[in-house]
């Protein structure tokens, strides 16, 4: 039996610094501190790879690729690889508590160039050529592709004027990777600095007891080396271009569903195939990562189609996919995988069958819990053991925005006789009170809600493009009293972990 355990969810982005982003830096390392101080085991993160138009972590050029964002400064300066002077004076955003992702854009690449320059100049290192070798399989169309796309002003492939490098014809690829070659190297150098700090960061974590649940989405983009390499895998028109896109249907929610524009998997090519793009994409996660969330995981039982043009999702149609057989293969190739089942949503009989099959524990979230007419299968005396309880995911508000903005009177005084909640009591202390005290073998609170901020601090509002995924922590808001208040909740409800008493005491 699982033992019970949390955790805390804030993404790397969010971490605080002084370049505009968070980083793999020095705050990456003090957070993962107070983790180890607070007696918690996981510390979730939202995807990490290349972001691109809107901003978003789960729509990047690449499937396998790291965002160059996170890459520290410091740490290069420390290396020799970069003169302090070199970032000073650079207008990273003047905000501490929010992403200006434009500047972050334009500040940092010259920065990069610079310290390629310099590792090329002083000879790259031994551990940099292996780095190469192990990651040719997407790494060498990744750089390909973002050399390509800057040299047609950022267009995605489809859009490109050459026909015959959107086709991927030899002689035309010969021809691009001799035009571009500085380009190409300064995106493979990126990714080796981007996986080696990452890589130290995640040991440092490891060996403390502290494990990373990373976060895959279910769909790549169409503007992404993926799909420019494989467009086989994928429903497409003569010219490429996606023939059919991903969305939600309407719902409760929306009455005209979600349109996300992601191109829809050719699942009889990836049977045909042996679903091998699909084992190495979680093969090269769980080199990442110790558990990943698959985000939208209801779409390996069915998912809504909708063909390529539409404004909303309405027009859409329910597709059958085949995932009982593609997990039954990445099993066969990777054994048993540590993976959670977002399985949020339209949740059928086939998604409970599949997720119920592979062994996979699912999500509860409070926020949808608190119906003051019906029994909610989010409610806490409806968990299951095997499921992962949040007070919210980043599509969410915040707990304060959520109850002041979204919850009816009727409901909150639901909520408070449920809860047993005291007058003097915060509605944030109530629900994470209720969270840690769920049956759920893992809790996992966001760091917006154990500050206690409001509706501004939420990370992504759905359906909306732009002021998403700004939100940043900063260091003086991690008190000692924010501290206090998840360890005791932490070892109240018996959720301390284990693996850092057995750690510390070898």
């Not at 180890?36 to 978003?56: A, C, E, F, H, M």
């Not at 965002?67 to 740490?75: E, P």
Request: some cysteine; hydrophobic content about 40%; glycine content about 8%.
């Amino acid at each position: 039996m699982k033992e019970r355990q949390s955790g805390v969810l804030l993404h790397v982005s969010s971490l605080p610094g002084k370049y505009g982003i968070g980083t793999f830096g020095q705050s990456a390392y003090d957070f993962i501190d107070f983790l180890v101080r607070t007696k918690q085991r996981y510390w979730q993160i939202l995807p990490l790879g290349t972001t691109s138009y809107g901003d978003s972590p789960y729509q990047s050029f690449s499937a396998f690729a790291g965002n160059t964002h996170f890459i520290d400064f410091d740490l290069l300066i420390e290396e020799g690889w970069l003169e302090a002077h070199e970032v000073e004076g650079i207008d990273f955003g003047a905000n501490p508590t929010e992403v200006d992702y434009a500047k972050v854009f334009h500040g940092r690449r010259p920065v990069l160039e610079k310290v390629v320059a310099r590792m090329k100049a002083q000879g790259l290192p031994a551990d940099y050529y292996t780095f190469l070798e192990e990651q040719a399989s997407w790494l060498d169309n990744f750089a390909d592709y973002m050399a390509i796309k800057e040299h047609f002003d950022l267009k995605a492939w489809t859009e490109w004027e050459d026909s015959a490098i959107r086709r991927r014809e030899e002689v035309a690829l010969i021809a691009y990777r001799e035009q571009l070659g500085d380009r190409i190297d300064y995106h493979r150098v990126t990714q080796y600095l981007f996986f080696r700090q990452w890589g130290a960061l995640k040991a440092y974590a490891n060996d403390r007891g502290i494990e990373i649940v990373g976060d895959m989405p279910i769909y790549i983009a169409a503007d992404s080396a993926d799909m420019w390499a494989n467009p086989q895998f994928f429903k497409t028109d003569e010219e490429g271009r996606p023939s059919v896109v991903a969305g939600c249907p309407p719902d409760a929610f929306s009455e005209i569903g979600q349109l996300w524009g992601n191109p829809i998997y050719d699942w009889e090519a990836m049977k045909e195939d042996g679903f091998s793009w699909w084992i190495a994409r979680l093969r090269e996660s769980f080199k990442l990562y110790d558990m990943v969330r698959i985000d939208h995981f209801i779409g390996f039982a069915s998912f809504w189609e909708i063909p390529a043009g539409e404004t909303t999702a309405v027009n859409g149609r329910r597709v059958e996919a085949p995932g009982f057989e593609l997990f039954a293969a990445i099993k066969e190739a990777l054994g048993d995988l540590n993976i959670i089942a977002e399985d949020l949503g339209s949740v059928t009989d086939k998604v409970l069958e599949l997720r119920d099959t592979t062994g996979f524990p699912g999500m509860k979230v409070l926020q949808f819990a608190f119906d003051p007419h019906g029994d909610s299968i989010e409610i806490p005396h409806n968990h299951r053991r095997n499921v992962v309880a949040y007070t919210g995911t980043h599509d969410n508000s915040t707990i304060r925005g959520w109850y002041d903005n979204e919850v009816s009177d009727e409901a909150k005084a639901y909520l408070d006789m449920y809860s047993n909640r005291h007058p003097d009591e915060s509605i944030n202390h109530a629900m994470l009170r209720m969270l840690f005290g769920s049956v759920a073998f893992m809790a996992v609170a966001t760091m917006q809600d154990l500050l206690g901020l409001d509706g501004s601090a939420r990370m992504n509002l759905p359906n909306t493009l732009g002021g998403n995924w700004t939100w940043r922590m900063t260091a003086e808001q991690l008190t000692p009293d924010v501290e206090a208040n998840l360890l005791e909740l932490t070892t109240t409800y018996r959720r301390q972990n284990v693996r850092q008493f057995s750690i510390t005491n070898q």
